[in-house]
């Protein structure tokens, strides 16, 4: 019905994907793989069926090299363009920012916020920190998106938020909430590889790709420091999940 909607942040058109609510309903969802954000129209609230996590789950892993750029200080709606206003939500598992339009036509929401919603997320434990301190010198806060280092820092300097990572456990125990019915799913054995392996490894695969379009690009490649970098706990998370569910 709607023309390709435009990404509230960079305004190309964003990718339409079809999933199914838990009620079995038809939701579109609009995704910006370069700004990392969702847009949900105004009923698009809904629980997503486990197979559609999963479908969701498989989308952005495959995109996790893509180019990100910074969310715009306006964001535009979608239907009206107007500019979106920005609020906290608050769930158990965390706050997380939501950018909504005045006039009821949705709201965006970053691959992170969403995250937090659906209560994907936990808090790291203390040796969990100290661990993944040892192996990259900051992070970026999973409440805000700004790069913390967490070898100083206790909680974000600038949200207050816990450091906070993608629970494959959780999401795999919200996914047989959902799907009640079915008995058939059998039980996981917990990930076997860590998150510190996970943003490694992610690293490994985007600093690829970088050099890929530098090549393509015809620009000179500047290797950049491989243990310097910022982890992105939300798309390594993404990795162990996707790891734990494709089959
Ligand atoms: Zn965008
Ligand atoms: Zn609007
Ligand atoms: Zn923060």
Not at 30 to 37: E, K, L, N, S, V
Not at 64 to 69: K, S
Not at 83 to 101: E, P, Q
Not at 110 to 116: D, I, K, P, Y
């Amino acid at each position: 019905m709607h023309p390709l909607p435009s990404c509230p942040s960079c305004r190309q058109p964003m990718e339409a994907h079809r999933f199914t609510s838990n009620q079995g309903h038809v939701l579109e969802l609009d995704i910006c793989f370069a700004c990392q954000g969702l847009w949900f129209d105004r009923h698009e609230n809904l629980k997503l069926a486990p197979q559609s996590v999963v479908e969701l789950f498989r989308l952005l892993h495959e995109h996790r090299t893509d180019q990100h750029q910074p969310l715009a200080e306006r964001m535009a709606c979608p239907r009206c363009n107007t500019s979106l206003a920005k609020g906290f939500d608050v769930v158990r598992s965390g706050r997380y920012m939501i950018y909504r339009c005045g006039r009821q036509h949705g709201r965006f929401s970053s691959f992170s916020s969403f995250m937090v919603e659906k209560g994907f997320v936990r808090h790291m434990t203390r040796p969990e920190i100290d661990d993944l301190a040892k192996r990259v010198g900051a992070i970026y806060c999973t409440s805000c998106g700004a790069p913390v280092d967490i070898r100083k820092d206790h909680a974000c300097p600038y949200c207050r938020a816990a450091f906070s990572l993608i629970d494959p456990d959780a999401v795999v125990r919200a996914m047989e909430g959902y799907a009640k019915a079915s008995s058939e799913r059998t039980t996981h054995a917990t990930p076997s590889v860590d998150i510190g392996d996970a943003l490694v490894a992610l690293e490994r695969d985007r600093s690829r790709a970088e050099r890929e379009r530098q090549k393509r690009a015809f620009t000179s490649s500047s290797d950049a420091a491989d243990s310097s970098f910022t982890g992105d706990l939300v798309a390594a998370g993404v990795a162990l999940v996707w790891a734990l569910v494709k089959d």
